[in-house]
């Protein structure tokens, strides 16, 4: 592993330079930024504090063909990825290469998901650290920081008129030599270790976690909840944008004899999500969907895979349209009264 360095006038040049791999990077798309696939170099942008939409699609993506049949045969067609087409994920931040780690534990889980363990395989993740956290921003509190190197292959850090480049993995060190980048020396990797420390200075907010996973279950018909869904508007975007969000819907979609079995992504703030066939829901109002939401992020996910789901990204309370705020949830959910433990 090593530590390397390239002009910034040169980002460019160094995207152009990695024709071995499909190489995404945060564009801007409309209103927003997200990591597209890069076309032209010169549009992906690095100066946006985080993409609006993180990059869990490239591992998850929102709708995918399993496999295709045709109505009669018995045979079936999967779609399963190509595992030797090398991908890379250049200008990830630390809290979303994190999400990844998080997420894979579901995709390994009971079923081993090959759709999403081959991307994660063929896939390095080059990082930039955060020089100047958002508003919303508390990884430190989920155990991670503006400069975390969870998860990646390489991290990057703005330093002026040059990027320092540190690799992490042989994919990282690989990635290095495609680029045909620079050595860099003591002075970029000091100047970076610095730079890393004010950035933890930065981060605004904060959430002692401690004893909250094991006190949510108490809550469960607690009516703190409704003074959070009372305003909820069901949009889902609270879901939608988070990097560990994972919820998805199976659904066969036929058209003459070809059809298709495919995987998309649904959201358990969704009236429909859980409506059985009979017609009954057990979360039939938002109070049900939100105290769902956080218990699974916050106390469910972290008893069966001992990590809590939340990388502190802040997009949840960022985007709410309602100003919904997580970490005004949990603290509430601190000082409530809890009774007998109950779970759904
Ligand atoms: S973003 Fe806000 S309004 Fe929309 S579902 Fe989430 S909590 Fe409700
Ligand atoms: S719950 Fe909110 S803060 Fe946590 S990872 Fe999801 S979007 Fe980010």
Same mark, same amino acid.
């Given at each position: 592993m090593g530590d390397y360095k390239f002009a910034k006038d040169k980002l460019a040049e160094v995207l152009s330079s990695l024709g071995d791999y499909q190489v995404f990077a945060p564009t801007p798309a409309g209103d927003v930024v997200r990591f597209l696939e890069v076309?032209?170099?010169?549009?992906? +942008?690095?100066?946006?504090?985080?993409? +609006?939409?993180?990059?869990k699609e490239l591992m998850f993506p929102e709708t995918e063909t399993l496999f295709k049949y045709r109505l009669g045969d018995t045979g079936l067609d999967p779609s399963v990825p190509d595992a030797s087409a090398r991908r890379l994920v250049f200008g990830i931040r630390p809290c979303d290469a994190m999400a990844y780690t998080i997420v894979d534990n579901l995709f390994s889980w009971d079923f081993t998901d090959p759709y999403y363990l081959n991307r994660r395989e063929n896939t390095t993740l080059v990082g930039f650290a955060c020089g100047d956290p958002c508003a919303?921003? *508390?990884c430190p509190s989920m155990? $991670?920081?503006?400069?975390?190197?969870?998860? %990646?292959d390489a991290l990057m850090f703005d330093l002026g008129d040059t990027f320092y480049v540190k690799t992490l993995t042989d994919k990282g060190d690989a990635f290095a030599k495609a680029a045909g980048l620079d050595a860099a020396g003591d002075a970029e990797s000091k100047a970076a270790e610095k730079q890393a420390e004010e950035a933890l200075g930065k981060v605004k907010r904060s959430i002692d976690t401690a004893g909250i996973p094991e006190k949510l279950p108490s809550l469960y018909?607690?009516?703190?909840?409704e003074q959070f869904?009372?305003?909820? %508007?069901?949009? $889902?975007i609270c879901t939608f944008l988070c990097p560990t969000c994972h919820c998805f819907d199976i659904q066969d979609e036929a058209e003459a004899f070809n059809a298709r079995r495919a995987r998309m992504w649904d959201t358990?703030? *969704?009236?429909?999500? +859980?409506?059985? +066939?009979? $017609?009954?829901?057990?979360?039939?109002t938002r109070k049900e969907r939100t105290r769902n939401r956080i218990s699974h992020k916050y106390s469910y996910f972290p008893e069966k895979f001992?990590?809590?789901?939340?990388? $502190?990204?802040g997009r949840c309370i960022n985007n709410c349209p309602v100003n919904i705020d997580l970490l005004d949830i949990l603290e509430k959910s601190k000082q409530a009264e809890g009774k007998e433990a109950k779970t759904a």
């Amino acid at each position: 592993m090593g530590d390397y360095k390239f002009a910034k006038d040169k980002l460019a040049e160094v995207l152009s330079s990695l024709g071995d791999y499909q190489v995404f990077a945060p564009t801007p798309a409309g209103d927003v930024v997200r990591f597209l696939e890069v076309k032209d170099p010169a549009a992906v +942008t690095l100066e946006s504090a985080n993409s +609006t939409v993180p990059p869990k699609e490239l591992m998850f993506p929102e709708t995918e063909t399993l496999f295709k049949y045709r109505l009669g045969d018995t045979g079936l067609d999967p779609s399963v990825p190509d595992a030797s087409a090398r991908r890379l994920v250049f200008g990830i931040r630390p809290c979303d290469a994190m999400a990844y780690t998080i997420v894979d534990n579901l995709f390994s889980w009971d079923f081993t998901d090959p759709y999403y363990l081959n991307r994660r395989e063929n896939t390095t993740l080059v990082g930039f650290a955060c020089g100047d956290p958002c508003a919303n921003c *508390f990884c430190p509190s989920m155990g $991670g920081a503006p400069a975390s190197e969870k998860g %990646l292959d390489a991290l990057m850090f703005d330093l002026g008129d040059t990027f320092y480049v540190k690799t992490l993995t042989d994919k990282g060190d690989a990635f290095a030599k495609a680029a045909g980048l620079d050595a860099a020396g003591d002075a970029e990797s000091k100047a970076a270790e610095k730079q890393a420390e004010e950035a933890l200075g930065k981060v605004k907010r904060s959430i002692d976690t401690a004893g909250i996973p094991e006190k949510l279950p108490s809550l469960y018909d607690h009516p703190f909840w409704e003074q959070f869904s009372d305003r909820c %508007l069901s949009c $889902g975007i609270c879901t939608f944008l988070c990097p560990t969000c994972h919820c998805f819907d199976i659904q066969d979609e036929a058209e003459a004899f070809n059809a298709r079995r495919a995987r998309m992504w649904d959201t358990c703030m *969704f009236a429909e999500y +859980t409506v059985h +066939t009979s $017609g009954h829901n057990p979360r039939p109002t938002r109070k049900e969907r939100t105290r769902n939401r956080i218990s699974h992020k916050y106390s469910y996910f972290p008893e069966k895979f001992d990590v809590i789901a939340c990388v $502190g990204c802040g997009r949840c309370i960022n985007n709410c349209p309602v100003n919904i705020d997580l970490l005004d949830i949990l603290e509430k959910s601190k000082q409530a009264e809890g009774k007998e433990a109950k779970t759904a």
